[in-house]
């Protein structure tokens, strides 16, 4: 009977499964994109030629006048200040999302009777269109930082309630079973099983309120001109101006932010929970 | 070798302190379905019970009544111990905590002490064999590593009640007769009661000291064999003619009460 155990201790424990050798597997993964680039960094050439035969060339600078506007001192000061003070909404905004979100997934988590009676307003709140309050919003807490803010944790508010309640409710049955067969109290449950069970999720729905985050700040900003200017107010001066490569230099900017922001929490999430899960 | 007695509790059990015992146990879920009904049976010290019976008969129900997941409808259950060890179907390991934390789980929910925890850990994980895994997590074991996890952590509550709910069925037949192996030895090592539940015939009776055979909807014990084979128990049993005449009666008791 001792034989089994030796043989229970040798049997190899990796999951590895081979592949293709990295360095092709690399090559394929990058050399796509890069393609679909070129190709649109080209058509993005053709079409500046079209509009500049048309006189219209404000309307779709070349690419090189875009960077060139990108690498201006006096740009470079002016979008540095405006992605400052958009990221600074955006995060205050998502931080306080985050909060409420789980705040709120926890409380429906306890009972059916609550998630029947607020998971309702969670999905309401994502079918406003949040434009159509903004000017409200306004009204009520003035055309500045938090307003904007305010605008920002609207948007950014449903991923977080849905992914965390889903993510909470992901623990299979017989694992609640097992803690409550030790007579685990709610808070022990929460604390030890379903939260690290549902951080997965969580991470997903961080990634994409953080993504809208951007998004809520940016737009935020397009309504409340006063206090300080983000992306959203330096985009539409850029326009009414019809300073084209400045213009097209501030959405960069603004898109840029937003990419960084899906990668750095993607990568958050993978340093968390990518040592059990595959988070991708 | 065997004798079948219908519903009443045999002899031998008196004898043996009874830690486990159910007593006229019925279930009826409030859908109305009744999975139990006059259920007798109990289990002692040094006692190793497999109920075998159809799908869905209520064989589990058996299992969660007496752990109190649920409670009888009606009837008593008796219980004279609260080291109660339950094994369920899956290992039902915490996917983010490696071997050694997953071992501890349940010492920690009983709030005790993280010194006691990891020594009683680590007395567990040697218990099944998994020395060495400590720090690998469940994803990186096979399923047969992840169920003997899932016993080491079960024994670091000292169950002198030991339940059973068909845990090694998803496994293949190689990984699952080395585990029936282990288990025996662990038994014998133990001492503990042992309320099992299994499919499959020739495991009931390789591992038990008693094979009850359940009935289909609702729920009723058919059938008591008492196996003979002494414990520790010589895996070669399972090759001798007397184990397959065993196996060939249960068997039977088994169809006739399925159809």
């Known amino acids: ?91 205050t905004g998502l931080a306080i999302a985050i909060v409420l979100g789980v705040a709120w997934a926890v409380v429906m988590s306890q009972a059916t009777w609550l998630e029947r009676s607020l998971f309702p307003y969670a999905v309401v ?62 808070v022990t449950l929460l604390r030890k099983l379903q939260f690290p069970a549902a951080m997965p999720s969580i991470f997903v729905g961080l990634r994409t309120s953080a993504g809208l985050a951007v998004v809520g700040a940016i737009v935020g900003d397009q309504f409340f001109q006063r206090g300080n200017a983000g992306l959203g107010v330096l ?6 101006r019809l300073q084209g490569p400045q213009l097209y230099a501030a959405i960069l900017t603004a898109s840029a932010l937003g990419v960084l922001v899906f990668v750095v929490f993607g990568w958050l999430g993978r340093l968390v929970v990518g040592r059990w899960y595959d988070f991708s | 070798m065997s004798v079948e007695t219908p519903v009443a509790p045999d002899q031998q059990v008196q004898e043996r302190a009874t830690l486990l015992g159910f007593h006229d146990v019925a279930m009826t879920f409030p859908n109305g379905t009744v999975a139990l009904s006059g259920v007798n049976l109990t289990v002692g010290r040094g006692e190793f019970v497999s109920v075998v019976g159809p ?17 009888a409808s009606d009837g008593t259950l008796e219980l004279n111990t609260d080291h109660i060890g339950y094994v369920f179907q899956d290992a039902t390991l915490l996917p983010w905590r490696d071997v050694q934390g997953n071992v501890e789980l349940l010492a920690e929910l009983a709030g005790r ?26 994803k990186q074991l096979s399923g047969g590593m992840r169920m003997r996890a899932s016993l080491a952590r079960s024994f670091t509550l000292d169950p002198e009640v030991f339940l059973f709910d068909e845990p090694f069925g998803a496994l293949d037949e190689i990984t699952r007769s080395r585990l029936n192996d282990e288990l025996l030895r662990l038994f014998a090592e133990q001492h503990f009661a042992g309320l ?37 128990r010589d895996p070669d049993i399972r090759y001798s003619p007397e184990f397959a005449a065993l196996v060939g009666e249960v068997s039977h008791a088994l169809k006739e009460a399925h159809s």
């Open chain 2, 55 to 71: 799908s869905g008969c209520g064989k589990s129900t058996l299992l969660r009544i007496a752990s109190g997941l649920e409670s």
């Open chain 2, 113 to 138: 002490g993280p010194k006691i925890r990891r020594e009683q850990a680590a007395k567990a994980i040697k218990l099944v064999g998994l020395e060495g895994f400590e720090k690998h997590l469940p």
């Open chain 2, 196 to 232: 099992f539940i299994t499919h499959s015939v020739a495991e009931a009776v390789y591992l038990s000291t008693k094979v009850v055979v359940m009935s289909g909807r609702p729920g009723k014990l058919v059938g008591t064999f008492d196996i003979p084979f002494p414990m520790p």
């Open chain 1, 1 to 91: 009977m001792a034989t089994s155990t030796i043989e229970a201790v040798t049997a190899p424990a990796r999951t590895v499964t081979p592949k293709a050798p990295r360095r092709s597997r690399n090559a394929i993964r990058w050399v796509g994109p890069v393609v679909v680039f070129f190709v649109m960094i080209g058509l993005w050439y053709a079409l500046a030629a079209i509009y500049e035969a048309k006189g219209q060339g404000y309307f779709v600078p070349y690419p090189h006048q875009v960077l060139d506007a990108l690498t201006d001192p006096d740009e470079i000061s002016a979008l540095s200040s405006a992605l400052l003070h958009s990221t600074e909404v955006a995060m």
């Open chain 1, 235 to 240: 985009i539409q001066v850029y326009a009414s």
């Open chain 1, 125 to 186: 709140l994502q079918c406003i269109p949040i434009l159509a309050l903004v000017p409200l919003i306004g009204i009520l807490f003035g055309y500045n930082f938090q307003a904007r803010v305010i605008v920002t944790i609207l948007i950014a508010l449903f991923p977080m309630v849905s992914m965390t309640l889903f993510g909470l409710q992901s623990v299979a049955k017989q694992q609640r079973e097992l803690f409550q067969l030790q007579g685990a109290s709610r």
